[in-house]
């Protein structure tokens, strides 16, 4: 079974330059999380979604972070304008559906603006 | 809101050595789970806890929930090098969104 897809791995940008993160989750699974890890720290959810609904966006900077998941497969994450506190890892996750618990996570994009 | 908090945030332990780390909550738990995360990789799911006083064990490393659902340990049975990485502990919040701790940093010594 494949697991998380994530990419790219790894991006260098200049503050106020744009970016974006894409996601394809486990074949099946309904629910999809993008999460920001900053150095030192727990995941921070950004955004839920279930299928391709928003579940749980509290926590998105929706000024200048924006997610979507048109077909309720794939996402993608994008910031823009990027500041020097975005620097983090952006984890996606997928689970079956939110009563399952374990969540199913990509290898993350590490993010380093400059 | 509910908070967690992991102990210790660093933990350096020789090679066969047992340890424990810890998970506190705020508030009662509905469901703790632990997960491990390599130096830049994802999370790995080890286990979920969600009653009291339950106790589960994968290979050498056994996760317990404290009866007052409050805390969790983690416990590693004669550590390995590939035991080392960050454990993160997760729970559900009381509207079943999930928060994280901040991790333990495990490094193993040959």
């Known amino acids: 079974e494949a697991g998380v897809a994530q990419s790219p791995r790894y991006k260098i940008i200049e503050k106020r330059q744009s970016v974006a993160f894409w996601c394809n989750p486990i074949s099946g699974h309904a629910t999809l999380y993008w999460y920001q890890q900053i150095l030192g720290q727990g995941p921070k959810l950004l955004i839920q979604?279930?299928?391709?609904?928003?579940?749980?966006d509290s926590q998105l900077p929706k000024d200048r972070f924006s997610a979507e998941r048109l077909k309720g497969v794939d996402s993608t994450l994008k910031i823009q304008p990027a500041k020097l506190e975005d620097s983090a890892v952006y984890l996606c996750?997928?689970?079956?559906?939110?009563?399952?618990?374990?969540?199913?996570f990509g290898e993350g994009s590490r993010l380093t603006v400059l | 809101s509910q908070e967690l908090e992991q102990s210790p945030q660093s933990l350096i332990v020789q090679e066969g050595k047992n340890l424990t780390i810890n998970c506190t909550s705020s508030k009662t738990l509905y469901g703790l789970y632990w997960y491990k995360q390599k130096y830049g990789e994802g999370l790995i799911f080890l286990m979920m806890?969600?009653?009291g006083g339950e106790e589960k064990s994968h290979e050498k490393i056994t996760a317990k929930l404290d009866e007052k659902k409050q805390q969790s340990s983690l416990h590693i049975t004669a550590s390995q090098p590939s035991h080392a990485g960050i454990y993160l502990c997760?729970?559900?919040?009381?509207?079943?969104?999930?928060?994280w701790g901040a991790g333990t940093k495990l490094i193993i010594k040959p």
């Open positions: 997760g729970a559900d919040d009381s509207n079943y969104q999930l928060i």
């Open positions: 806890l969600q009653k």
């Open positions: 979604f279930q299928n391709n609904g928003v579940v749980d």
């Open positions: 996750a997928s689970s079956l559906s939110r009563s399952t618990g374990e969540l199913f």
